[in-house]
């Protein structure tokens, strides 16, 4: 079986160095990709814990969110970081985005670059889904807690011509005219 170095584009066998750095970008992208993958498991995970009322846990699914979206940061931290060094080599801006890394890498790259990009699109499609989802869910439980808080302070509940809920747990009403305040230290 050949290896990349015995393989060569049109102009010839790829540069040892070139190949080594394509070869870096390459396992930088598959730790990314392995992450996003993370990502999007931890994001169904808070989407199942939001369906399910299981308030207790949202907070630690959050946190979990959380990790793992710094650890992409700091992957990709490091993959700007090849690409920079790359961009010489391949004759690309330093800031060079994958779609233009898979048209100026050599063969087989150009291949395993464009393969990156494609799973990456897709694991970013399913990334985003999941966000909106989690963000509708946390939008309709925040309005959810509104509408009860408002229902125990008798308010949404008092424009529904229904009586809410008093400090003590009683149906709340109006206080009479004549209440009168009692200090328990007098």
């Given at each position: ?16 160095e ?15 990709r ?27 699914a ?17 993959r ?7 961009a ?99």
């Amino acid at each position: 079986m050949a290896t990349v170095d015995d393989r060569s584009s049109g102009d010839g066998p790829i540069e040892p160095e070139l190949d080594q750095a394509l070869g870096e970008l390459s396992h930088v992208l598959w730790r990314l990709r392995d992450l996003t993958s993370i990502l999007v498991y931890r994001l169904e995970v808070q989407q199942l814990v939001l369906l399910a009322g299981r308030v207790r846990w949202v907070d630690l699914a959050t946190e979990d969110v959380d990790r793992c979206l710094e650890a992409i940061r700091r992957e990709e931290r490091t993959r700007a970081e090849v690409v920079e060094q790359l961009a010489p080599m391949l004759g690309t801006a330093p800031d060079a985005s994958l779609r233009q890394l898979c048209e100026a890498a050599p063969s087989p790259w150009d291949v395993v670059l464009a393969e990156h990009q494609s799973e990456f699109l897709t694991l970013s499609a399913e990334a985003e889904d999941a966000a909106r989802g989690n963000r509708e869910l946390l939008h309709q439980g925040l309005a959810e807690v509104r509408e009860f808080i408002d229902t125990m302070k008798g308010r949404a509940v008092e424009a529904a011509g229904e009586e809410g809920y008093g400090a003590l747990g009683g149906a709340s009403s109006p206080a009479p005219a004549s209440a009168v305040l009692v200090d328990r230290d007098v």
